[in-house]
């Protein structure tokens, strides 16, 4: 099963171009499902061991691959021992692999390309010593080592024409190759040639994640320093560097370097501003902590697109430019950013503060910013771009000076945190506030009952009280530099949180609390199923397997109305939301969707009929499906509703539609599409004509080959 779901990726990996939605889908999915699945990853190692090195499958194999380490790379930054076991089952096969003599050096070198950059640990067996690079590339007595490193450069310089960003990316590519004293002596080297564009590259290095390759272009430059010099300019950047770096033998001697520079005449060289600030868009942070920023910058008729990302406790986790070839190539970029991530536009005052306080955050763990930002702060103009600590408490006594918070009643402070309720209708990324690490799996699984866990997890969240109070300070200090309506009720929920409130009053923290729950039963095996609901709803959704819920009782007749009474929803509406679900050009993962489900039901559901609610939006959904293989199925389904019944189902449907608007792109929907989801749309209050329902039966079915295509 293993080895065909590899070929079947592979083939169809094959079949699309570089960085199309539908290549990306398949690696997603692809890499989560090795995470589920470790000896899925230990088959992929083999198959690319018994590959050869140039065939067209070894390179989507090493895409995949690549996806599987940021599956677990990102296991590992939410605390889920899951990634640690996937490593360990790659590590694994790479050792089988050395034992039946695979693992040559051509091979470790494809290996050791995809697991650099992704912050994680190197495996013993793809090791390299300086004696197995220079056997592998010198004739004995031929040349030295560092005639070797004279001919990369040179061939290095010929390929990229001296463009430093292309430049810096194929040494990126080359030094992981090399064994660690390697990289440092190639690094140090590089600060020694001649080339002005040489000395740029080293101040890169500079904020590299590897503390020795730091230490070297710190070398390098106090080498360079004594012997060429150094530009005004590059002086500049090294003092504004200097705060960015950890405390460590690095920075000394980056401060010993400035101090030599001004001994010998060196000043730093303003540079003068061509660049402007034109647009700035960020989302909110996600659950696990990420935000994502876009800035939109201009220089006559010149435009980039800068790209951050950020992450608690981590700090500038990357950050690069785009050239932008003219405003309208921008504007397209930006649209398209705005979409993915759910990201608003804001004030460029925002920008500064906002980053520098992020540095702050990533020097608390010794970790440098991202090295991107160093060209990022240099056309924005930034060059003030210090780190500030900000503790939580400091941010939310701020925001009640601001604000006017602290001039609130009581009454009207309650009516702000109460309006959280509100939020993931406008903020999508909500969705995934939920606490997934391994110790809340862990806590979850020792219950006894459904309410045992209830009252665990709420035990657990007031234990997290300063992670979620800061998602929602720094939210609402985004929200406020948007003029957004919600600026303030974040900021007094993240008040609230912070000075103390009971939990329970806070309908965000319910949420969070549902959407954890939910989580962690989508992990949990059914032993009706055999599955897990997570993994049972993939199937259901992607038409898989031939019978998706064999072993549960039918729905009695108005069972699910009756799980629905005070709810405000129905059957017809839930039957209208799982279409939508399935329609969706773009997957929506099933925790989402459900998540969001569980969110309007679990406060009038009565804890033991929760399962029983599952499997009956699972049997729904296996029907939904049924409808679009066979139009008559569909056309005798919504004749037998009235009314009242149509409109709830198209009220169902559009609630998903807009509440997953990612996930149904423009670019992916024609002109009959974007006309039945304003019919849809339209009938929330009314009913569809008998020629409306067969027009809406064919486009569904129309709309589901669609989406088995790609």
């Given at each position: 099963m293993a080895q065909e779901q590899i070929v079947a990726a592979v083939m169809a990996l094959s079949s699309l171009e570089r960085g199309s939605e539908g290549r990306r889908q398949i690696l997603d999915r692809l890499g989560y499902a090795m995470l589920q699945q470790p000896a899925l990853g230990a088959e992929l190692v083999a198959r690319m061991l018994a590959s050869p090195l140039e065939a067209q499958e070894t390179e989507e194999m090493a895409d995949l691959l690549g996806w599987a380490l940021e599956s677990a790379r990102m296991a590992r930054e939410n605390e889920q021992t899951r990634g640690d076991v996937l490593l360990s089952a790659l590590e694994k096969a790479l050792e089988q692999g050395e034992r039946r003599g695979q693992l040559d050096y051509g091979q470790r070198l494809l290996f050791r390309s995809v697991w650099a950059g992704r912050e994680l640990p190197l495996p013993r067996v793809l090791e390299l010593t300086e004696e197995d690079v220079t056997e592998e590339l010198l004739e004995p007595g031929n040349l030295s080592a560092e005639a070797l490193i004279e001919q990369l450069f040179s061939e290095l310089e010929e390929e990229t024409g001296g463009d430093i960003e292309l430049l810096q990316e194929a040494l990126n590519q080359t030094l992981p190759s090399m064994p660690q004293d390697m990289r440092r002596f190639v690094v140090a080297s590089t600060l020694q040639r001649s080339n002005p564009v040489y000395e740029r590259l080293g101040i890169f290095w500079l904020l590299d994640l590897d503390p020795a390759l730091r230490l070297a272009a710190a070398e390098g430059l106090a080498a360079r320093l004594r012997g060429r010099g150094l530009t005004g300019e590059t002086t500049a950047v090294l003092a504004l560097l200097r705060s960015w770096l950890p405390e460590e033998a690095a920075r000394a001697l980056l401060d010993q370097i400035l101090r030599d520079a001004l001994r010998a005449g060196l000043s730093p060289a303003e540079e003068g501003r061509s660049w402007q600030i034109r647009r700035v868009m960020a989302s909110l942070p996600d659950g696990a902590g990420a935000q994502s920023i876009a800035i939109a910058l201009s220089s006559g008729p010149r435009r980039k697109l800068a790209m951050v990302l950020l992450k608690q406790q981590q700090g500038v986790k990357e950050a690069f430019v785009l050239p932008r070839a003219s405003s309208r190539d921008q504007k397209q970029l930006l649209s398209q950013f705005e979409v993915e991530t759910g990201a608003i536009e804001v004030s460029p005052a925002w920008l500064?503060?906002?980053?520098?306080?992020?540095?702050?955050?990533?020097?608390?763990?010794g970790r440098p910013p991202a090295a991107g930002l160093i060209e990022i702060a240099r056309l924005c103009g930034f060059e003030n771009l210090h780190p500030q600590g900000r503790?939580?408490?400091?941010?939310?006594?701020?925001?009640?000076?601001?604000?006017?918070?602290?001039?609130?009643?009581?009454?009207?402070?309650?009516?702000?945190?109460?309006s959280s309720r509100q939020w993931p209708r406008r903020h999508g990324i909500l969705q995934s506030w939920f606490e997934q690490s391994d110790a809340v799996q862990d806590l979850l699984n020792q219950g006894q009952s459904f309410k045992a866990n209830e009252a665990e997890l709420w035990r657990w969240l007031d234990s997290r009280r300063p992670y979620w109070a800061r998602l929602m300070a720094l939210s609402a200090q985004l929200l406020e530099a948007a003029e957004h309506v919600d600026a303030l009720a974040f900021a007094a929920t993240a008040a609230a949180l912070h000075e103390g409130k009971s939990l329970k009053s806070i309908p965000i923290m319910q949420q969070i609390h549902e959407q954890t729950i939910m989580a962690w039963l989508a992990e949990q095996p059914n032993p009706e199923l055999g599955d897990t609901f997570a993994e049972d709803s993939e199937e259901m959704l992607d038409g898989d397997?031939?019978?998706?819920?064999?072993?549960?009782?039918?729905e009695g007749r108005g069972e699910l109305d009756r799980l629905l009474r005070g709810t405000g929803l129905s059957s017809d509406w839930i039957d209208g939301y799982l279409m939508a679900v399935i329609l969706a050009p773009r997957r929506i993962a099933p925790q989402r969707w459900v998540s969001e489900l569980l969110e309007q039901i679990v406060p009038q559901l009565a804890p033991e009929s929760l399962e029983r609610f599952l499997e009956l939006v699972a049997f729904r959904a296996n029907g939904a499906q049924e409808e679009t293989d066979d139009p008559s199925l569909f056309d005798a389904a919504m004749a037998r509703r009235d009314k009242k019944a149509m409109s709830a189902w198209a009220a169902g449907f559009s609630y998903n539609q807009q509440s997953h608007r990612a996930n149904w792109p423009r670019s992916a929907l024609a002109n009959d599409d974007r006309a039945m989801l304003r019919l849809i749309s339209d009938r929330q209050e009314g009913s569809f004509t008998q020629e409306e329902q067969r027009l809406l039966g064919q486009w569904i079915a129309a709309r589901r080959t669609k989406n088995l295509q790609h």
């Open positions: 500064e503060p906002r980053l520098a306080m992020a540095i702050g955050e990533g020097l608390e763990t503790a939580t408490g400091e941010m939310v006594e701020e925001m009640l000076a601001l604000s006017g918070l602290s001039s609130l009643s009581s009454a009207e402070r309650r009516r702000l945190i109460a397997s031939e019978e998706i819920v064999p072993q549960f009782l039918p």
